[in-house]
DNA sequence: GATAGTTTTTAACATTAGTTAAGAATCAGT
DNA sequence: ACTGATTCTTAACTAATGTTAAAAACTATC
């Protein structure tokens, strides 16, 4: 359990390198751990939360609800990522955030992010560094949904989980665990179900993924990125 | 000439009211002008710029380009917006930034920002804001892309631009300025310009807006807003 | 190992948006 | 006002993806 802010602090270490003292930091603000049960909310549109989560295990999703029903993702969020650091600044949240699997994150409350702003300059900046890989994911998604096929798109999706889990220490050699399904896929795709299924199967056909349950092996990462046309330069974590 | 620097301070100002002395050091802090020709890129992705760039007149876009040649936008920049808060911390431009019409801007160089990052914490906050507020709006482009037909997408756009604009300080009553031809549309909004000229043409005629050259007015502000599905929430300046 | 719930798969058909190419309208510079 | 360049518009046709609904394959639980 202890070992349970190392995702975080991995993924933190991607930026800047963490002197010891500023891990203990880190793990030591947390003032509390949460389980989610999946499809709860964790953090809804329109709320003004005063802490930030942390995840440590499980899969989340950022997402927000159109008026004809229908719920888009704009974001995946792994273990080790932070939920809501923008809402130091922001206010309220824009978007609302669900578990999409049994998950745990660890809360920090408002007075000990104002303390590590304060008083650990680089591990302020890295929590803001954090929010701007955020960003770039977000713009590198807009290309993937304006720009890409059905099937370039989706093989782009596997490349950019397969780099995330592994930044984290969450993958094994050649394989990552996407513990979502194929509806939730397509909702952060903006395609339907069944053609999120149709284009899966072709992947799948093609040897780009293998699939066995909720593990995603890519036996050759760069005949998929080539395929994907992907180029991980966004994800600000030293890939080409 | 002095009057340049209001429209980033009218939109700094929707975050938290700027002292005088605040506004003071945002104009000191310019080191020079300069000026772009209508397709200049501004900044090239991989680039490591140091200094920042804030619009004073004309529009830009964030851009991506895939290998098969075509450009995705993936944010329009309009006056009083500042390019590129981010290299603070994320070193290498992931996307390149290219003036759309004939474009002047502010640079302040990198150790300007670090002294108002320094000793103007409430500044600082402010561009922070900005950056996050650009990253709010990516978000719900993503939303846009993902799950909104053409004609709603388009409309949507409008009324973003629209805001923007006039919370800029940009707009006379009922109307902006779109600086912006088809083509460019469409790039943003991931669809051909054939399709893109018959969506607006739609629009146009069903009156939800007037386009005389490159202004377009907004007969029925709601209206639009009802058939674009648009919630201006995410913008963060305090619009319903 | 039977049952219910979830997820994936299949199929037939509908629709939106893409493609290509050409013509009309508008704009900028002389 | 004339010319060339750009932008907008139209048309006929194609392709990708959506829609609906039902069946098959899993998964978890008793």
Redesign the pocket.
């Known amino acids: 359990m202890i070992l349970m802010f190392d995702y975080c602090i991995n993924r933190l270490s991607a930026y800047t390198s963490l002197s010891i003292e500023e891990k203990g930091v880190l793990r030591g603000v947390v003032d509390k751990k949460i389980k989610h049960c999946r499809g709860d909310n964790i953090m809804l549109a329109g709320s003004e939360p005063k802490s930030i989560h942390v995840i440590y295990n499980g899969w989340a999703s950022r997402y927000k609800v159109l008026p004809n029903g229908r719920e888009h993702i704009v974001a995946y969020l792994i273990p080790g990522d932070m939920c809501d650091v923008h809402v130091t600044l922001l206010k309220r949240m824009d978007h609302s955030i669900r578990a999409e699997t049994p998950l745990t994150v660890g809360v920090i409350d408002g007075g000990h992010v104002d303390y590590i702003m304060h008083c650990y300059p680089n591990l302020a900046k890295a929590l803001f560094w954090s929010m701007l890989v955020d960003e770039s994911i977000a713009r590198e998604w807009l290309v993937n949904l304006a720009g890409r096929?059905?099937?370039v798109?989706i093989a782009n999706l596997f490349c950019e989980l397969f780099l995330r889990s592994k930044v984290a220490g969450l993958t094994s050699s050649d394989t990552f665990v996407m513990p979502l399904?194929?509806?939730k896929i397509?909702e952060a795709m903006?395609?339907?179900?069944?053609?999120?299924?149709?284009?899966?199967?072709r992947l799948?056909r093609d040897k780009l993924i293998v699939v066995n349950?909720q593990n995603i092996q890519i036996p050759d990462f760069s005949r998929l990125q080539a395929f994907a046309d992907f180029n991980g330069d966004y994800l600000h974590m030293g890939f080409s």
Chains 1, 2 share one sequence.
Do not use: D, F, M, Y
Request: net charge positive; charged share 25%.
């Open positions: 096929s059905a099937e798109r399904n194929q509806v397509s903006g395609l339907t179900s069944v053609h999120t299924n149709r284009v899966i199967q799948k349950k």
